[in-house]
T-cell receptor, first 111, second 114 residues
Framework: SQQGEEDPQALSIQEGENATMNCSYKTSINNLQWYRQNSGRGLVHLILIRSNEREKHSGRLRVTLDTSKKSSSLLITASRAADTASYFCATFTGGGNKLTFGTGTQLKVEL | EPEVTQTPSHQVTQMGQEVILRCVPISNHLYFYWYRQILGQKVEFLVSFYNNEISEKSEIFDDQFSVERPDGSNFTLKIRSTKLEDSAMYFC????????????FGSGTQLSVL
């Protein structure tokens, strides 16, 4: 499998519910980031968590990182219709500048 | 808020033609990137650029591709002889520092090769 794979591929929830997306990766990382992409638009950075951190919060976002399992999760609490977008994890492994993006989770929040 | 701008938003070209995609990164940023996304698929790294030279490139970034920072503000991606499989959304990104810090993306150029 590839560095950075999200699951589920697609998620549909009702407004007000929580949405959880997962990301798994293969190699050791320096940091892991989550980005959001509205349909046909560029990616917007949401949150960065470093390899020595286990949990991070930003507003309604909560990110966890488990380096022993090589996995991360993004939780969006009290979702809104405006949260409808694709969410990508991206990993930085060091020794360069590139971020490697995962396959993305398409989130749909219905009214 | 400063943003990365890309032009054009859409580009249609014939197979074999050269295209230049343009980007204006955020003014005090030092690291520049091109990524591409084929419809519905993952975002793929093409190249990173720092201090007027390529710092890293992917297998996709073959001899048909080149990047340039012709002046203090623009950052361009040139595809010399386009192929059908080059059809994708191309994103420019920049960051003030390297080392895997967050990237600021433009809205993309949708390239269609006919």
């Amino acid at each position: 499998s590839q560095q950075g794979e999200e699951d589920p591929q697609a998620l549909s929830i009702q407004e007000g519910e929580n949405a959880t997306m997962n990301c798994s990766y293969k190699t050791s990382i320096n940091n892991l980031q989550w980005y959001r992409q509205n349909s046909g638009r560029g990616l917007v950075h949401l949150i960065l968590i470093r390899s020595n951190e286990r949990e991070k919060h930003s507003g309604r976002l909560r990110v966890t990182l488990d380096t022993s399992k090589k996995s991360s999760s993004l939780l969006i609490t009290a979702s809104r219709a405006a949260d409808t977008a694709s969410y990508f994890c991206a990993t930085f492994t060091g020794g360069g500048n590139k971020l490697t993006f995962g396959t993305g989770t398409q989130l749909k929040v219905e009214l | 808020e400063p943003e990365v701008t890309q032009t054009p938003s859409h580009q249609v070209t014939q197979m074999g033609q050269e295209v230049i995609l343009r980007c204006v990164p955020i003014s005090n940023h030092l690291y520049f990137y091109w990524y591409r996304q084929i419809l519905g698929q993952k975002v793929e790294f093409l190249v990173s650029f720092y201090n007027n030279e390529i710092s890293e490139k992917s297998e996709i970034f073959d001899d048909q591709f080149s990047v340039e920072r012709p002046d203090g503000s623009n950052f361009t991606l040139k595809i010399r002889s386009t192929k059908l499989e080059d059809s994708a959304m191309y994103f420019c990104a920049s960051s003030p520092t390297g080392g895997g810090e967050k990237l600021f993306f433009g809205s993309g150029t949708q390239l269609s090769v006919l």
